[in-house]
């Protein structure tokens, strides 16, 4: 298990590198110029040259990367060009304000969620698994920015219960979370109640109905276990989405986060903000992937089998 | 009285009636064996048995299952449950498949007698490290710890006989024990398990397709053909005086030491599909003795002068 754990770290190197190649020269081509951006609209060329030269811009692409790809491994991932400050103090500003939302909405979808498709699963075919169903068909095809405003309209505006927006107290956390939270849940939910329902047809629950043991102990204990792997995987990789991808709930709900801080430094062309705020949210996939697997190794014995 | 009494049981699965008038009995310390060619109904009969039809979406028509003097028709789940794995228990068909594989064999095994037996954990591991032991598995305590994966076939389907064996059944399912195993093995798996089952004094219905693995382990035999009885006779009568053709068939098919290249046969034509049976006797397609009256009427199970045959013209 330890071996698996090392192997999958060093494993994660050479992704890291091609992953950061690729952040930078995305970040590289797309068009438009941060200098444009902080410079007056009558600069002279001699003052943009300089400035570029103070933020190192006027190098040979791969000069900047590896400056940048070095720096970073260090931890310093430059100066923010409109922002004015070190990316890093950004980063961590704005990170546990999508760690907490993110976990939080993680938790939620995988309780909810495994719940509400093992109930389905269970009681296939009556009501249960129906209204389960349509809830999950509504969970999974409405956007979470139009699902955050409805929320913010019902409980923040009519009924007052919540805070419309902002990140000043804890009870601002809950309607994000559900927003966030409530599609997992569909996803949790769907991809619970297939794997239990596929399980169910396996020859060894029919030996374990044969053995005698009692029908809701072989769907928690056994049924649910198994179905339980494929979940796992699809929640590892939810972790890089949730971090990243919930850009638009915090952007609804005017939050602070990694998500708004992207797009922010993005329409402006910040590229040192980006780059890190990128490789941030690529570290939180491949991190959230290893997690996964190890995880899934612990609960299955052919997964730890195959690695070793 | 018999241990258990099956009597004309017809069962449906949809549209279809893959059983019709199922008739046999077994004593207690008895080994049943029922054979027949794949699609003739077998494995349905076992789980007419183990009353896990309804999980296949099928139900019983007609007739009854009694055992030990209770009608298993109509009782509830939870009474069924209660005799599933504690008095009947199944040796399923595939070892590969019947074990579950994300937990260690010996928590399969140590749930049975837990469950049945009320056996404490440490309890349980004791009786199934004696079990595992009793099936000429080394190193119990190893295969105790180890997942089905890293067992092979045939160590598989021994601890799913420990686990049939785990509550001290009366009477064992056993639903073509060794088609899933190498030939080296299959002769090795039924010699054990008919010697536990012998020394213990318990009945076994044994479901194959092996003539030979009949001959070798079985008390009384029912053939099977095209989900009706063809004949029910003991092993000796029926290998020395087969009273229906198909019996007769099955017999000669039987690959002998000594015989003349060429000579193996088997029987002509295929079984009839379950959408198209034939009217009158379901065999007569393939008898060479087939009558007008074979194909208009269905032959009734009836005595001759040993056992009971399903066909017109049993001369006996």
């Known amino acids: 298990m330890i071996s698996f754990f090392i192997k ?147 409980f923040a505006v009519q009924l007052g219960w919540f805070p419309v927006s902002g990140a000043r107290s804890w009870d601002a956390l809950v309607l994000p979370v559900l927003t966030i939270g409530l599609g997992g849940v569909a996803l949790v939910a769907r991809v619970t109640r297939v794997a239990m329902m596929e399980t169910a047809r396996k020859d060894f629950v029919m030996m374990l109905h044969a053995k005698g043991v009692p029908p809701w102990r072989i769907e928690l204990r056994h049924v649910l276990r198994h179905a339980l792997l494929p979940v796992v995987t699809i929640l590892s990789l939810r972790i890089g989405w949730i971090l990243g991808g919930a850009v638009t709930v915090e952007f609804v709900f005017a939050r602070p986060g990694l998500g708004s801080l992207l797009i922010t430094s993005l329409n402006q062309r910040d590229y040192p903000v980006v780059q890190g705020a990128l490789l941030m949210l690529a570290v939180a996939v491949m991190l959230g992937t290893l997690l996964g697997d190890i995880v899934q190794a612990a609960m299955d014995p052919r997964v730890r089998e195959r690695i070793e | 009285m018999a241990l258990l009494s099956v009597q004309g049981i ?160 009366d009477l064992i399912v056993a639903d073509e024990p060794t088609t899933a195993l190498d030939v080296t093995i299959q002769a090795q798996i039924i010699q054990i398990m008919v010697e536990l089952v012998r020394d213990r004094g318990l009945a076994l219905m044994l479901i194959t397709h092996d003539m030979g693995v009949v001959a070798q382990a079985c008390d009384r035999v029912v053939v099977l053909y095209a989900g009706r009885v063809a004949e029910m006779n003991g092993i000796g009568e029926i290998f020395a005086e087969p009273k229906h053709p198909y019996t007769r068939e099955l017999i000669r098919c039987i690959p002998r030491f000594g015989q003349a290249p060429g000579s193996l046969k088997g029987i002509p034509g295929t079984v009839p599909s379950i959408v198209d049976y034939p009217d009158g006797c379901r065999f007569n397609p393939r008898c060479s003795n087939a009558q007008a009256l074979c194909r208009d009427q269905a032959p009734a199970l009836e005595p001759k002068s040993s056992g009971l045959a399903a066909c017109h013209f049993s001369e006996v």
Not at chain 1, 51 to 74: E, F, H, M, S, V
Not at chain 1, 92 to 117: M, R, W, Y
Not at chain 2, 21 to 37: A, N, P, S
């Open chain 2, 10 to 169: 017809s069962v449906s699965i949809g549209a279809l009636n893959p059983l019709e008038g199922i008739t046999f009995d077994i004593d207690k310390g008895e080994i049943l064996g029922l054979v027949g060619e794949s699609g003739s109904g077998k494995s349905l009969t076992a789980m007419c048995v183990m009353g896990l039809l309804p999980r296949i979406g099928g139900s019983i028509t007609k007739g009854s299952i009694v055992f030990d003097g209770r009608d298993l028709i109509g009782l509830p789940e939870i009474e069924l449950r209660r005799l599933r794995g504690k008095r009947i228990a199944l040796i399923s068909q595939n070892p590969m498949t019947s074990l579950d594989p994300i937990i260690r064999i010996g928590a399969q095994i140590d749930q049975v007698s837990n469950l049945h037996l009320g056996l404490s954990a440490e309890a349980a591991k004791a009786r199934s490290l004696e079990l595992i032991a009793q099936l000429r598995i080394p190193e119990p305590a190893a295969i105790h710890r180890a997942y089905p994966h890293q067992l092979s076939g045939g160590m598989k389907q021994r601890i799913v006989i420990a686990m049939a064996l785990a509550a001290d059944p």
């Open chain 1, 8 to 154: 999958r770290l060093l494993l994660l190197i050479p992704v890291f590198l091609a992953v950061s190649l690729v952040i930078f020269m995305i970040v590289h081509l797309v068009p438009g110029d941060p200098i444009d951006n902080l410079v007056q609209i009558n600069s002279s060329p001699e003052q943009k040259a300089a400035l570029a030269a103070k933020y190192g811009l006027d190098k040979p692409l791969y000069q900047q990367y590896a400056i940048w790809l070095g720096n970073a491994l260090t931890g310093d991932l430059g100066d923010a060009i409109i922002l004015r400050r070190p990316v890093s103090d950004l980063i961590a500003q704005n990170l546990p304000h999508s760690l907490t939302l993110g976990a939080l909405a993680l938790l939620f979808s995988t309780v909810v969620g495994i719940a509400a498709g093992a109930l389905a699963a269970i009681y296939k075919d009556s009501w249960i698994d129906r209204v389960t169903m349509a809830l999950i068909l509504l969970g999974s095809t409405v956007p979470g920015f139009w699902l955050g405003l409805l929320l913010i309209m019902l």
